[in-house]
């Protein structure tokens, strides 16, 4: 008898061996994937990790975690991080900033990967082609993004200001506006992606979108160009003496608290409800002005998208499963809506999705989200315009030299035309290097 259940008495014993050191075997056989992005703001950091969350959850064998950047040190800290073998799996990109890191040889190709995605989830193509060059897609877009003129309609009534459409009539407008306790117009001038973005906007406006010509060779010094920095400068006078030193977050706090009647951001929508009166109805948003003949106006607009980073079979099989489960529509517009009103969907059934539109901010500022929408397809970005791309631009934007250019102006005292000379010989050396 015995002998009988010796052999019984192993198995048990090997077996709560080996059963509680099962857990810890699986913990170490995840897979783990950082994402790195450049939405800083709170409230978008928590919507991530509750998405993430609830993936985790779902996908016992993968473990994403998100590791927060911001846009001033993103063009140094990645490359520096590629080249320290510490660069994160999964990196949020723009289209100027992709080319820096695919030409450190850092970025794995995702066409087959967006193909896939497309079949599913049809993108819009001039999101795609954003980042389609040097036969490859570099990037998955996410969510796109355009710039609008935010103001209250009732500040414009009282004022007897109508919503202005021309250069004129929104000089016109910034100087009526303009009160001992209100500046008409908020506009920045650091050098910044912010300046960069809304100098671009006068650039479109002024029909100065082409940076480039066709064979690559800059067009910047041209006399569109020259109004366009003229403009920007005599809107200036009618904006707060400190915009030289803002980024988007002082813009929309100058609009939220009544200091400034107009301004040009992406959206204002969360600060407008969360810290000026909320009211809806009052919120008026419109497209950029433009000079008077222009034929084809329009606004800054570009998808933000996601980069690849790790060769590693595994890691790319865990990230690609993670954007796939992002871009579900269930899930993708509650993504768009970590910052509701300012990201939009980058494919068909998510711009569609119940999960983006029945968002209760959303459903509030309906009418400013759709027209948001309306503008955006007008957008453009510079160095990608007219069907073509021209990865040099990233060397422009990285120096911020848009923004440099119109400091020349605003700060150094050069005239426009001066100064647009000299921003088009930066950008030669800047592409040169």
Same mark, same amino acid.
């Given at each position: 008898?015995?002998?009988?259940?010796?052999?019984?008495?192993?198995?048990?014993?090997?077996?709560?061996?080996?059963?509680?050191?099962?857990?810890?075997?699986? !913990?170490?056989?995840?897979?783990?994937?950082?994402?790195? +992005?450049?939405?800083?703001?709170?409230?978008?950091?928590?919507? &991530?990790?509750?998405?993430?969350?609830?993936?985790?959850?779902? +996908? @016992?064998?993968?473990?994403?975690?998100?590791?927060?950047?911001?846009?001033?040190?993103? $063009?140094?800290?990645?490359?520096?991080? &590629?080249?320290?073998?510490?660069?994160?799996?999964?990196?949020?990109?723009?289209?100027?900033?992709?080319?820096?890191?695919?030409?450190?040889?850092?970025?794995?190709?995702?066409?087959?990967?967006?193909?896939?995605?497309?079949?599913? +989830?049809?993108?819009? @193509?001039?999101?795609?082609?954003?980042?389609?060059?040097?036969? +490859?897609?570099?990037?998955? @877009?996410?969510?796109?993004?355009?710039?609008?003129?935010? *103001?209250?309609?009732?500040?414009?009534?009282?004022?007897?200001?109508?919503?202005?459409? =021309?250069?004129?009539?929104?000089?016109?407008?910034?100087? %009526?506006?303009?009160?001992?306790?209100?500046?008409?117009?908020?506009?920045?001038?650091?050098?910044?992606?912010?300046?960069?973005?809304?100098?671009?906007?006068?650039?479109?406006?002024?029909?100065?979108?082409?940076?480039?010509?066709?064979?690559?060779?800059?067009?910047?010094?041209?006399?569109?160009?020259?109004?366009?920095?003229?403009?920007?400068?005599?809107?200036?006078?009618?904006?707060?003496?400190?915009?030289?030193?803002?980024?988007?977050?002082? %813009?929309?706090?100058?609009?939220?608290? !009544?200091?400034?009647?107009?301004?040009?951001?992406?959206?204002?929508?969360?600060? $407008?409800?969360?810290?000026?009166?909320?009211?809806?109805?009052?919120?008026?948003?419109?497209?950029?002005?433009?000079?008077?003949?222009?034929?084809?106006?329009? =606004?800054?607009? *570009?998808?933000?998208?996601?980069?690849?980073?790790?060769?590693?079979?595994?890691?790319?099989?865990?990230?690609?499963?993670?954007?796939?489960?992002?871009?579900?529509?269930?899930?993708?517009?509650?993504?768009?809506?970590?910052?509701?009103?300012?990201?939009? @969907?980058?494919?068909?059934?998510?711009?569609?999705?119940?999960?983006?539109?029945?968002?209760?901010?959303?459903?509030?500022?309906?009418?400013?989200?759709?027209?948001?929408?309306?503008?955006?397809?007008?957008? !453009?970005?510079?160095?990608?315009?007219?069907?073509?791309?021209?990865?040099?631009?990233?060397?422009?934007?990285?120096?911020?030299?848009?923004?440099?250019?119109?400091?020349?102006?605003?700060?150094?005292?050069?005239?426009?035309?001066?100064?647009?000379?000299?921003?088009?010989?930066?950008?030669?050396?800047?592409?040169?290097?």
């Amino acid at each position: 008898m015995r002998s009988k259940f010796v052999p019984i008495l192993v198995l048990l014993l090997v077996a709560a061996m080996v059963l509680p050191s099962l857990p810890a075997q699986a !913990r170490q056989d995840k897979v783990e994937i950082t994402l790195w +992005h450049m939405e800083e703001p709170t409230n978008r950091v928590e919507r &991530i990790q509750t998405l993430i969350d609830e993936f985790n959850a779902a +996908h @016992p064998e993968i473990e994403v975690k998100q590791e927060p950047q911001n846009w001033g040190e993103i $063009y140094t800290k990645a490359p520096a991080a &590629i080249a320290a073998g510490n660069a994160p799996e999964l990196l949020f990109a723009i289209p100027d900033f992709t080319p820096i890191l695919k030409d450190l040889g850092a970025l794995q190709p995702v066409e087959d990967f967006v193909a896939e995605l497309d079949a599913e +989830h049809p993108f819009y @193509p001039a999101t795609v082609e954003q980042y389609t060059y040097d036969d +490859h897609t570099w990037a998955v @877009p996410l969510y796109n993004m355009s710039q609008n003129l935010w *103001y209250r309609k009732s500040v414009l009534e009282a004022a007897g200001v109508e919503v202005p459409t =021309t250069w004129d009539e929104w000089l016109a407008a910034a100087e %009526a506006l303009t009160t001992d306790a209100q500046y008409g117009v908020g506009l920045p001038a650091a050098k910044n992606l912010y300046t960069d973005q809304v100098m671009y906007d006068l650039m479109i406006g002024a029909g100065a979108s082409e940076i480039y010509n066709d064979d690559g060779t800059l067009r910047f010094n041209n006399p569109e160009t020259v109004e366009a920095y003229d403009m920007y400068n005599q809107l200036l006078q009618y904006s707060p003496v400190d915009s030289p030193n803002w980024a988007w977050g002082e %813009a929309e706090a100058c609009f939220a608290n !009544r200091t400034c009647a107009m301004v040009i951001q992406f959206t204002v929508i969360t600060t $407008y409800d969360t810290q000026a009166e909320g009211d809806a109805e009052d919120l008026g948003v419109a497209p950029i002005p433009y000079k008077e003949g222009v034929e084809d106006p329009g =606004t800054i607009a *570009y998808a933000n998208a996601v980069m690849l980073l790790t060769d590693d079979p595994a890691k790319k099989e865990a990230a690609e499963t993670f954007i796939s489960w992002l871009l579900q529509p269930e899930n993708y517009g509650r993504f768009l809506n970590m910052e509701p009103g300012l990201f939009l @969907p980058v494919t068909e059934d998510g711009a569609t999705a119940d999960s983006f539109w029945e968002d209760p901010l959303v459903v509030k500022y309906q009418d400013q989200v759709q027209t948001m929408i309306e503008n955006s397809t007008s957008g !453009r970005l510079f160095g990608f315009t007219s069907g073509n791309t021209f990865p040099s631009i990233a060397s422009i934007s990285a120096q911020n030299l848009l923004a440099q250019t119109l400091q020349l102006v605003a700060i150094d005292g050069q005239s426009p035309a001066d100064a647009v000379a000299e921003g088009q010989s930066l950008m030669e050396s800047a592409i040169e290097d």
